[in-house]
């Protein structure tokens, strides 16, 4: 069984001897080892795969004994994640996730997908996953959110994708899944941030459209960036077409950044992320 | 001796018909015709690029009785354009337009090089280019733009192409030249306006950069766009290694712009470019 | 009603004008006409889509007295199209088909799915197509193919769609489709033509991998290219990380290539394409 | 100052504890590190960057009692490289590097410009560098070569940068510089190996072009690359067209190439290359 070593600390002249001299004398293989240093805040990050057995717990306690303090650490079997999505009625970037998940091209369970809206409904049965209905009508932002906390409360997941969710959650709601809900969100951010951004890059006349996948946060559209894509445009496109030449942007940019956080590989960084790839 | 017919007027049922067969029946070659109806705006935008001997201004009056009221035509003799370059310190965008035009790669005519600084001096020198110091220091804005301005003036510049020129240009300079300044901004418009945007991409980090070339207007990096182009970055770039790995993109945005710009293929369309190739 | 007008003939001068003053005459509303001019080969090409009610076949006839002699002419109403698929085992290419036709993406009408396989036969029913399984063993290639062939003829389709079947046609199937089977290869061709694509790939250590997308002729991976992708990879890609790595890229090639054969875009030139976008 | 250490040996466990770890003894900062193994070959390759005093011999001494039989390490200072130029007539790849050179942005010292024809001394002399002319005009290959060697070996230069130089060198020329001839190839190889490629490709229809940098062995573009680029175009290219649109490709692939080569981050693994950046 593959286990995956994250370390999060100051940086420390010797980490990577320490750490590598404590798996190499347990006997373990390393199948993959990246680091990186942040300069700017002195941060030494390290994802480290690696195969064989021996006391974990023991070697994990070594592990941090050399470790500046106030060094994060995390040390788990690599599993497979448990995903719960939400959607409100674009299909693109659900469908996306769907078929890679049929095909077995993700490594995750997706426990249901919750939308505020039905069309997707019998999509998502076609795949045998549960389809949960939370409509936003009639009802309070706090009551509709609380809807959705109760429904995913129960699967524990490891991530919530929003796919295409075009509800801006409260910062209440975000606190429940800190660094767990990856949105994407259909403009290179930091531009045309908010709602209609297809609208607002045809307005503004660009000959670039963009998608970004992020982590939510307190702020919108304000998250710290796991993945971006662009592709040229031109005067000829309306808005509309934008939106359509969009679609695979937005898939691809959010597949990439799934696959990242579903492979332990994101590390957040204040409002940044630092991806060992 | 090549000829550019550039139309903008509203659109209207028969207007390629009515053209083409008044340039047909003065026996004119077409070389290349190109045509955009903007929907939105009800806009017909045309370019053609034709031989021929034929009284010009005759055929041009033709045209112009065929036109909707307020149509707006130019029927030119292709020809190479006058052009002042500005810059301030840095090289690469400058270097690259000397280069291209060095080797007649561009079809313009550089009638000097204007600097804030003088460390370009030697560089523009070895070209033979005229290089004329205009220090921004020790005096106001008004007075630095007017020196600036009294210099340009006598060469009746068809183009004013800012290469990293890193002062904001007054309402009052930009009128002089409507249409006709050609700035490059080091990031993917609209994000980052302003000073820094390497530095304000590294703060909020992104994964990709970019550059837009774009018309100068009264409002800092609002006018119409013209060419941008995005390379993808990641976290172990500081805000000087973005700035290092942006400067292809910014010779590449600059000179796609400069080229559309002295082909005649752009058309201003509010804050927006209908660009024809 | 919108109306497609495809013509292919000698170059000539007037042509423009003869043709838009007959579509005017007869009060058609032009909805986007894009011209090309062969130079090498002074072929003039023309796409024009336009509204309105009209005697067609008359205009039709009209248009055709005044072009060349040997001019290749089509006037037809713009109709969804009718497409076979065929398939072995990869999904990628075909779910992504699927998922677009499922939500009105592509304005086709998939007759059935075709594979020498089994595996996908699941996936195709979910969406309510068709799946026949048309199996290559113990049998010769020429009874194959005519299994393939009589099943397909009774649907008339108007393209056939290789999406990853990975059997080389003979001379004798592709006659039956001339410029009308459209394949995806995996690869960036001219390069690595044939099997495992890959794996050559892998073997020369290149830096980027590509797919293409090509109607198929006599030669193997020799055909008109309609649509090709690239992307980066680098040492660290497997051929099998390659494979993975490449699929999107597959997937975006055809579905660029069938949305310009599906809008009737597409000239066949010799051995290239004109694609009238 | 900056050393950097290379390493190319068997895998095995523990080596980068090991490293790391006489590494940390010597109280030596890792500025840094990279590694890759091959999994296909089971081969390590690592480069470390450090600072630092201490008796580099006697690490690198140390290092190697560590490592595998056959292992191969390299423990220099980082260096400014020495890089003769050869060239023919076009003069954009060379530009690009002068131009970079000339601002500091490429740390290297060009020796001289070597080229078989005159057209390009005026710019090269502009800089200050070195221009020398040997044609290849009424001698054999082989005497041609031989002035090229002689001139280039009073150099001892680290590389020699065929920047758009047209003459395929033979076996007897590379042996002297082996893994030391960066050669720019307009194509994105394999595909168009050889004369013409921009021909063969507009011959082909293929709609994106690209270029190649690559190690130049015995085998005509056949060595081991090192940067790829590509490029969208289309049907309405010329061969000339392609040339044109190619030249900023090749300058980016080889501007790459070359940053990679002087700083030390590519190994040569048969006929790729593994590059630690």
Redesign the interface.
């Known amino acids: 069984m593959n286990h995956v070593l994250l370390i999060n600390s100051r940086d420390q002249?010797?980490l990577?001897?320490?750490i590598?001299?404590i798996?190499?004398?347990n006997?373990l293989?390393?199948v993959e080892?990246k680091?990186?240093v942040?300069?700017?805040s002195d941060t030494f990050y390290m994802r480290c795969e690696f195969t064989g057995d021996g006391n974990i717990e023991a070697i994990k306690d070594k592990i941090k004994k050399e470790l500046p303090a106030n060094a994060q650490l995390t040390l788990n079997p690599k599993k497979k994640k448990d995903v719960v999505i939400l959607a409100t009625k674009e299909?693109?970037c659900l469908?996306?996730i769907l078929?890679r998940h049929?095909?077995s091209?993700l490594d995750i369970e997706i426990k249901c997908v919750i939308a505020n809206h039905t069309n997707l409904k019998e999509?998502v049965n076609?795949?045998g996953i549960e389809f949960v209905h939370i409509s936003h009508e009639n009802k309070t932002k706090e009551a509709f959110e609380q809807e959705i906390l109760d429904y995913t409360k129960k699967f524990n997941p490891d991530y919530l994708v929003l796919a295409k969710f075009m509800r801006i959650l409260s910062s209440n709601f975000v606190k429940h899944y800190p660094n767990k809900i990856i949105n994407i969100h259909h403009s290179?951010?930091?531009?045309?941030i908010g709602a209609n951004p297809y609208r607002q890059a045809y307005e503004?006349?660009?000959?670039?459209i963009?998608a970004t996948s992020h982590f939510v946060t307190d702020e919108l559209d304000q998250g710290?960036?796991?993945?971006?894509?662009?592709i040229q445009v031109?005067?000829?496109f309306?808005a509309e077409d934008m939106k359509?030449a969009g679609r695979?942007t937005e898939r691809?940019a959010l597949?990439e950044a799934l696959n990242h956080a579903i492979d332990d590989r994101i590390f957040v960084?204040?409002?940044?992320?630092?991806?060992l790839t």
Chains 1, 2, 3, 4 share one sequence.
């Open positions: 002249k010797g990577i001897s320490k590598s001299t798996l190499y004398q006997d293989n390393i080892m680091e990186h942040d300069r700017a299909h693109h469908s996306d078929i049929y095909f091209e999509l076609k795949f290179f951010l930091p531009a045309f503004r006349g660009i000959k670039i963009g710290p960036i796991i993945s971006q894509k662009t031109d005067h000829s309306s359509k695979d691809l597949a960084m204040g409002n940044k992320t630092v991806i």
